[in-house]
């Protein structure tokens, strides 16, 4: 999947090089649909970045169990770590408007490759995740790297790991 901008930043051009190979629970193979939504609304939160020290702006996507989509740029603050992720911000995002499932996840860059999530905002995206998601890592250009959350973070500490033994 290939995503450029032409002339006006909403307007995109799609072409198909490859399928996801992702069999997920509800996102199965994301749609191509589902990816351009995703797309423009990341790179709309991108260009809301607020990134003076590191001047990497990230955005990020993400869909809920009830079809919306939230955005969320990163954050940063002269005290390093009271920044915040675009990842983190898209999905306190859709929890503050009561939506606590996600379904999937799309972080964009302005990077020659794709980045993949932080630690926290892995550990993050599994509290919220329903069940195992996809999570798609794009350039502006169109570059892409698809994972599951359990793929990026396996063996996740999550409510199960605190279970009690009664």
Excluded: W
């Amino acid at each position: 999947m290939e995503y450029k901008a032409c002339g006006d930043s909403r307007l995109l051009l799609l072409s198909s090089r490859h399928s996801l190979g992702l069999a997920l629970r509800r996102v199965k193979n994301m749609k191509d649909e589902i990816k351009e939504k995703l797309f423009v609304k990341a790179k709309e939160a991108q260009k809301n970045a607020y990134v003076p020290y590191s001047e990497f702006p990230l955005g990020a996507a993400v869909l809920t169990e009830d079809g919306s989509i939230y955005n969320g740029a990163n954050i940063e603050n002269s005290a390093y770590g009271l920044t915040n992720c675009a990842e983190r911000s898209a999905i306190f995002s859709a929890v503050s408007a009561g939506n606590k499932k996600i379904e999937a996840l799309l972080l964009l860059s302005s990077t020659e490759n794709p980045v993949t999530p932080c630690g926290a905002c892995r550990q993050v995206i599994n509290e919220f995740a329903d069940g195992e998601i996809e999570i798609v890592m794009m350039t502006e250009q169109g570059k892409e790297l698809s994972k599951s959350n359990q793929e990026l973070l396996p063996g996740a500490f999550s409510d199960k790991s605190m279970e009690k033994n009664i």
